[in-house]
Structures are given as C-alpha cells and as structure tokens.
C-alpha cells in the first residue's frame, strides 16, 4: 500500500498597497509592512523618528504629489536599514537633530545594500550646528537621487560613504543663515563610480561639493581601500557662492567638467589630503575642462588651495574660461601645472 505523504506549498505573500492618512495610521502600517509593500501617506504633519530594517522592494511615497506629508522633528525623519530595492518619492522633512533621511547597510561593510530611488524629496533644516546630514548613505550601491531640495543642515546636504554606482542629478542645493553646512554632497569612505550632474547650489557652504573627505579606518566600504573617493564625475552644474566651488580631498581620478562657477568667496578649488594612513593615494588624476568661472578679485586671491601630501601635478586644465569680473585684465589663475586652450578675462554668457 503506498502512503501520500503531506506537502507544503510555500506561497510568497503579495505586495500590498497601504494607504494612511493620520500619525496612527501610520504607526499601524509601519509594524504590518512586508517586502514588496507600497506606502502611501496622506497630506499633512507627521512626527519624525521612524525606522525600517531588512525590507526589500518598499516604496514609500504620498499618497498626493502635489501636497506631500512633512516629518518633522525627531533624530531622523526616517532611517532604512538593509533595504535593497527602497523608492522614497514625493516625502518631506523638517527640522531633525540628527539626519534627514539615512539609508545604510547594517554596519556589514563587506555586504552592500543595491538599490534605491530617491525622487522629490525636500529636506530642511537639519541640524542646525554639526555633523547631522540631510541625506546620509552607508554602504550603498546602485543608487539614484533626482529632483531633490535641500536647504538649511549641519554637516553634509547629501554624505555618502563607501557607497558606488550612484547618480545624482537635476537637485538644487541651497545653504541657510544659522547652519554651519561643512559640505554639500561628499563622496568618501571609498566611494566610487559617481556622477553629479545638473545640480544647483547657493551658497552652499564651505565646500559645496568635496570629492573625497576623512574617514576613519573602520568605516571604509570596501574595507582596504586606499582611496576617499575614485571615479567621481562632476559635469553640468551650477554653482553659486560657497568658500571655494569644490574641494578635492584623497580623491584618485576625477572629472569637473561643464560647470558654472559664480563668485566663489575664498577660492575657486582646493586640493587636500585628510587621510594619511600607510599606502593611501594622494589626491590626484583629476580633470578640469570646459569650465566658466567667473569670480572676483577682491575676493579670490589665490585661486587653488594646495595642501600638503597632495599631487597637483597630476591634474589637468583644459578649456575653461576664467573671468575677474572687477578686474577682467587679473582673470589668469596661478595653476599647478599649464592649461591647454584657456580663456582668460573673456566675457562669459
């Protein structure tokens, strides 16, 4: 006689779409959302605070586009551990006293979290003195950050840590009275494979944007590297105000090009090296091409700031145009090494 043995049929639960529309509603979702899941969050004021961890595919976003939900206070607005796959979309927050939105791997600096979509956020008022980002990404790769606003944070609109595979594009980035806004978006910690492109920012600190940083030793992803940041691409963007345009600091390949530069306050670039641990790359291997630079004199008088342990032999200009808009006839920069094609005191567009 044979016996029919009992089987389980294992059936993935599927995807739901969760709609809330109250602070309570919200508490509920968030203690019954599973992998795949869609949040949709209604109109109005809601606390901060909130955290999910090793959720896959989650989207959340409002429910209406054209009002989205604010978050506002807390330590964070919302921090996403271990979530591949997570959309953010059309979200606000206010107000936080640690970081805005903080995506990270768990502190599993061998095992990157990929993918995720970060679309029509506004960030503000994070901070307002110290390391406390807007944005702040561990270990991430495959990452996408578009249309988003950012304005007012202590220490870096959007902080990136060993994370690679990223795009941030089409986002305006605008600094605050009352916010010490160390940089705007940093790349380090070993990050790599980056582009930023089509941004704007104003008055965005001291370095608007910083290739590269200081990490301590048991933060970098992947662990060993020898580099803050390789393979970074910085093309099409415009930026106002802000101690210097960009600073470049233990970065090992780089690319600046197609730029708006305006009035920069201090310098235009600097190069810096911050980690000096045994066999890491100085900072080198960057380009600098098709750039307007407009800036002035009374302001700028040494147009790069050159630390110590860097190579700026390394870096080549090509094709900017430069312009001392008070005394067009002083617009030609010391530089490191000689420029190929520039322009020099030439009115820009």
């Not at 607005?77 to 959309?87: D, H, K, N």
């Not at 009035?263 to 066999?279: A, D, N, S, V, Y």
Request: charged share 20%; with cysteine; hydrophobic share 35%.
């Amino acid at each position: 006689m044979r016996s029919l043995l009992p089987f389980l049929l294992i059936v993935p639960l599927a995807a739901e779409t969760l709609v809330v529309k109250t602070q309570a509603e919200l508490k509920t979702a968030l203690g019954t959302l599973k992998s795949g899941d869609t949040l949709k969050i209604g109109p109005g004021e809601y606390s901060g605070g909130h955290s999910l961890s090793g959720l896959a595919d989650l989207t959340v976003e409002a429910l209406d586009p054209k009002s989205p939900p604010l978050f506002r206070g807390g330590t964070n607005a919302w921090q996403f551990s271990r979530c591949p796959g997570l959309t953010l979309r059309h979200l606000r927050c206010q107000g936080q006293t640690g970081n805005g939105f903080n995506l990270d791997d768990g502190g599993q600096r061998t095992a990157p979290v990929k993918g995720a979509v970060l679309e029509d956020l506004r960030i503000e008022d994070i901070g307002p003195q110290g390391n406390f980002d807007a944005i702040k990404c561990s270990g991430l790769q495959q990452l996408r950050i578009e249309r988003c606003e950012i304005s007012g944070w202590g220490g870096q609109a959007i902080d990136f840590v060993g994370c690679s595979d990223a795009l941030i594009r089409g986002c305006r980035i605008t600094g605050k009275k009352g916010f010490s806004q160390h940089t705007g978006p940093q790349f380090k910690g070993g990050s790599s494979k980056i582009v930023i492109e089509n941004c704007v920012f104003k008055d965005a600190g001291e370095r608007p944007i910083q290739v590269g940083g200081s990490t301590g030793l048991d933060y970098f992803r992947p662990p060993g590297a020898t580099y803050e940041a390789k393979d970074i691409v910085i093309r099409n963007n415009t930026l106002e105000g802000g101690t210097c345009a960009c600073a470049f600091t233990g970065v090992d390949g780089a690319e600046f090009t197609g730029n708006t530069l305006l009035r920069p306050t201090k310098w235009i670039f600097r190069i810096l090296q911050e980690t000096r641990e045994p066999g890491f790359a100085p900072c080198r291997n960057v380009r600098v091409a098709d750039n307007t630079i407009t800036f002035r004199r009374a302001q700028v008088s040494t147009e790069l700031n050159i630390g110590e342990g860097t190579a700026p032999e390394t870096f080549r200009f090509e094709g900017n145009r430069w312009l001392a808009e008070d005394q067009p006839q002083a617009s030609r920069p010391k530089l490191p090494v000689a420029e190929m094609n520039g322009h020099y005191g030439e009115p820009t567009k």
